[in-house]
């Protein structure tokens, strides 16, 4: 017995939505969830493409209201200016209310210890969960997605966070249908991705087909950079070169944007987003792979940090 | 245009999303299938590629193991099993598809059920050595019960049998047969070896007597949306919109997801639980003012009428509404490490609603081994799947799970600490009918 397949066209139901469609519409479905059952949600807002795209999608769940969440952006004094102005400029054009958490602040006031390293990306641990607790935020989105690495493929779209902000992996709740369990006792919160089905190259169609303004550094230009642990990091006044390190210039683009003592920018000639769409397609490697220095650590150390209350 | 340019173009050109799952123990080959297909559609990138062969070394291995690809935890890593659900991602120029990735042997039932809940396809595997076993029975009752709409039988390791036919045939029909008898509306059997990739991605040169398509061809080309004229249209209110600025002074929309079926500008609605009526006057689809909606579309329904209306009704048209219930039997499935227990006060969320609610009766328990049923267990645990009668303090619209995965669907919670205990599915399922001819059985004098 041979069971023969029934076999459709994929392109013949005019009903069948486009995997952005769908993406779209689950991601705009998670926004409403969150602000129909949480009194104080808060979108992080670094800057970067993922959060940028997750700002779009809110303005489009609620319009033509205003989105009814504040921004919080945990800087760690070593952003990149470029990134720091588009968010400044999104925030007043939007009309939207930012909170700022520093790393340097913390530094500063003897709360935290600069890393030998010079890395700051784990030290936003601190502030970021001191922000939620002293702000009473129950719920916290952000643009993390389950394509970039392992630990966070296994994270859940409600994600419950203890009073500590600690994830336990192995005591996640079962994610049934589209149906969220944000229920949470006085003092947790609820991490919520509504990107979490998304790929780097859906983010960028996505990007493309909206047609979302984004920071420069995400196209080719000429940077002064120097080489270290095999990536490209912006020279300045965070900490780099050092005297053994050299400068040089070079025409590079960010596939992502974070710290910059530990987010590589790679060789790129690409200066639109058909561009940049074309280079990530043909990549073989992945974003994080590329461009984190912090991943590289060790096997788990996104889940290491994620469980002490990192995104 | 280059060549590389006009396939990247071909890729990028508008596709469709399948979310499938798969299902099937260690010894299957479930992590070679994942593996495979993640692979060959050159969806895993050389630093991931680079890390597990560290990995592996570093274990003393001498092949890359392709389990660390997925095993994302420490200790999955450490044990070396996958401890929960895990969604993958991989694309070919015909779709996208989201991959629940689900284990094979630990905590089954509620991973199964997780994974298959979003699922519109389900791949199940089967040794060909062994053919269908109790595990086999197990999956394809999982699937029936959460009625994914496409099953797989991907029969492998066809390389051990030496590519026979006939040990296809015979574990296609016996699976087919048992499979449609719980209701399964479609079923596709594959004979595979994910090993040697015959039949995975590429077509396989060692078995000619198969005519259909490999498993990645079949994925790309099953239908992702169903008749929508056979859905009744369901809306849950998510959110009321009123932006109450100068330039929207009296804008009142209802934001949602459409749950199942179309909406239509002009149409008739009734609000459910309250049962009063209104037109649309307009559907705003992120943006965009459309005439007509349909599911899975996010959306704002702009009504003629200002009714009260809010966060947990549903908009149905008038003609086609669900009655309204406090009584809910359904069958569940238990999700969590404590019991659920009869007289147990519990939350039920359903849609956009969670109200109060009490378990009045656990009529039955099903063991999904064989089928059989056990009368008033008292209590469900980890794992059970089983009938329950559900009294809720408020009414709701609810659908037959059996007509709408959507609004059939509900989440019984602790409202202790919040966790979820059990995912229910309304009315009746193969789970029911076999009660009641045990309960026949049993009495027996009626004749």
Redesign the interface.
């Known amino acids: 017995?041979?069971?023969?397949?029934?076999?459709?066209?994929?392109?013949?139901?005019p009903?069948?939505?486009?995997?952005l469609?769908?993406?779209?519409?689950?991601a705009?479905?998670i926004f409403?969830?969150v602000?129909?059952e949480f009194e104080r949600p808060v979108i992080l807002f670094s800057g970067g493409k993922d959060s940028i795209v997750m700002l779009h999608l809110a303005l489009?769940?609620?319009?033509?209201?205003?989105i009814p969440f504040t921004l919080l952006h945990v800087d760690t004094g070593h952003n990149f200016p470029e990134v720091l102005e588009y968010r400044d400029r999104v925030v007043a054009q939007h009309g939207l209310r930012l909170h700022v958490a520093s790393v340097q602040e913390y530094i500063d006031a003897g709360k935290l210890r600069e890393r030998p390293d010079g890395t700051r990306n784990p030290l936003q641990t601190v502030p970021l969960t001191e922000a939620i607790q002293q702000h009473r935020f129950d719920a916290v989105f952000g643009g993390g997605r389950?394509?970039e690495?392992?630990?966070?493929?296994?994270e859940r779209v409600f994600s419950?966070r203890d009073e500590f902000s600690q994830w336990d992996?192995?005591r996640?709740?079962?994610?049934?249908?589209?149906?969220y369990?944000g229920?949470?006792?006085a003092g947790e919160h609820v991490r919520v991705f509504p990107l979490?089905?998304w790929?780097e190259?859906?983010v960028w169609?996505y990007i493309q087909r909206e047609k979302i303004e984004l920071p420069e550094i995400y196209f080719a230009h000429e940077r002064e950079v120097f080489a270290r642990s095999g990536m490209w990091l912006t020279a300045g006044d965070w900490g780099g070169p050092k005297d053994t390190e050299s400068v040089e210039t070079r025409l590079i683009r960010y596939r992502t944007v974070g710290d910059m003592s530990c987010t590589g920018a790679v060789d790129s000639d690409a200066t639109t987003l058909d561009a940049v769409?074309?280079e990530i397609?043909?990549?073989?490697?992945?974003e994080r792979?590329?461009t984190r220095a912090d991943d590289k650590m060790s096997?788990?150390a996104m889940?290491?940090r994620k469980r002490e209350g990192y995104f | 245009m280059s060549t590389?340019?006009e396939q990247?173009s071909e890729?990028?050109a508008?596709?469709?999303?399948l979310r499938f799952a798969t299902a099937g123990s260690v010894d299957d080959g479930k992590s070679t299938l994942v593996g495979r297909l993640l692979h060959d559609s050159k969806s895993v990138?050389?630093?991931?590629l680079e890390?597990v062969e560290h990995?592996s070394r570093s274990r003393g291995q001498e092949a890359p193991d392709l389990a660390l690809?997925?095993?994302?935890?420490?200790?999955e890593?450490e044990q070396g099993i996958t401890?929960?659900?895990?969604?993958?991602?991989f694309?070919t120029p015909?779709?996208?598809f989201?991959l629940a990735d689900t284990p094979g042997h630990v905590q089954y039932t509620?991973?199964m059920?997780?994974g298959a809940?979003?699922a519109e396809l389900a791949v199940v595997l089967v040794d060909a050595r062994n053919g269908v076993v109790e595990q086999t029975r197990r999956h394809a009752a999982v699937a029936a019960l959460l009625r994914v709409p496409h099953v797989v039988?991907a029969v492998n390791k066809m390389d051990l049998v030496e590519y026979r036919e006939p040990v296809f045939?015979a574990i296609?029909?016996e699976f087919?047969t048992y499979a449609s008898e719980l209701g399964v509306p479609?079923?596709?059997?594959i004979p595979i070896s994910a090993l040697a990739g015959d039949n995975v991605v590429e077509p396989s040169a060692n078995m000619d007597?198969?005519?259909?398509?490999t498993v990645l061809e079949?994925l790309?080309?099953?239908?992702?949306?169903h008749d929508?004229t056979a859905c009744h249209a369901r809306f849950p209110v998510?959110?009321v919109?009123?932006?109450q600025?100068a330039?929207?002074p009296d804008?009142r929309g209802y934001?949602?997801?459409i749950a199942a079926g179309?909406f239509r500008v002009g149409e008739q609605i009734t609000v459910l639980p309250s049962g009063k009526t209104s037109t649309i006057t307009g559907i705003?689809a992120?943006?965009e003012s459309v005439d007509i909606a349909?599911a899975?579309?996010?959306v704002t329904i702009r009504l003629a009428d200002d009714i009260d209306i809010s966060?947990g009704d549903l908009l149905a048209p008038s003609g086609d509404a669900p009655a309204t219930t406090q009584d809910i039997e359904a069958t569940v499935c238990h999700?969590a490490d404590r019991a659920l227990a009869v007289g147990q006060r519990v939350?039920l969320?359903h849609?956009?609603r969670t109200v109060k609610a009490i378990v009045k009766e656990i009529p039955s328990r099903l063991t999904l081994d064989d089928l059989s049923q056990h009368p008033n267990p008292g209590q469900l645990v980890a794992n059970d799947i089983g009938r329950v009668v559900v009294r809720t303090a408020e009414p709701l619209a609810l659908d037959a799970y059996a007509d709408s995965?959507?609004t059939g669907?509900?989440?019984l919670?602790d409202p202790a600490?919040?966790?979820?205990l059990a995912?229910g599915m309304a009315g009746e399922s193969f789970a029911t009918a076999k009660a009641v001819s045990v309960v026949e059985d049993e009495e027996g004098w009626d004749f």
């Open positions: 017995m041979t069971t023969v397949a029934h076999v459709h066209d994929s392109t013949d139901n009903f069948a939505l486009s995997h469609d769908s993406l779209e519409s689950e705009v479905h409403r969830e602000a129909g489009k769940a609620f319009a033509p209201a205003a389950r394509d690495e392992k630990a966070r493929a296994k419950l992996p192995r996640q709740r079962p994610e049934l249908w589209q149906l369990n229920r949470h006792a979490s089905n790929t190259l859906d169609q769409i074309a397609a043909a990549s073989r490697l992945t792979g590329a096997e788990a889940e290491d | 590389s340019t990247l890729q990028l508008a596709t469709t999303l990138l050389v630093d991931q890390a990995a690809l997925t095993d994302g935890l420490r200790a890593r401890i929960d659900v895990a969604y993958r991602y694309a015909r779709r996208r989201i509620r991973n059920v997780t809940s979003t039988l045939a296609a029909e087919t479609e079923i596709t059997a007597w198969y005519g259909g398509p079949h790309e080309t099953v239908p992702v949306s929508l998510q959110y919109i009123r932006p600025t330039e929207h804008y934001a949602g997801q179309a705003d992120l943006g349909w899975p579309q996010s966060r999700v939350l969320k849609t956009t995965r959507r669907s509900f989440l919670i600490d919040g966790t979820t995912a």
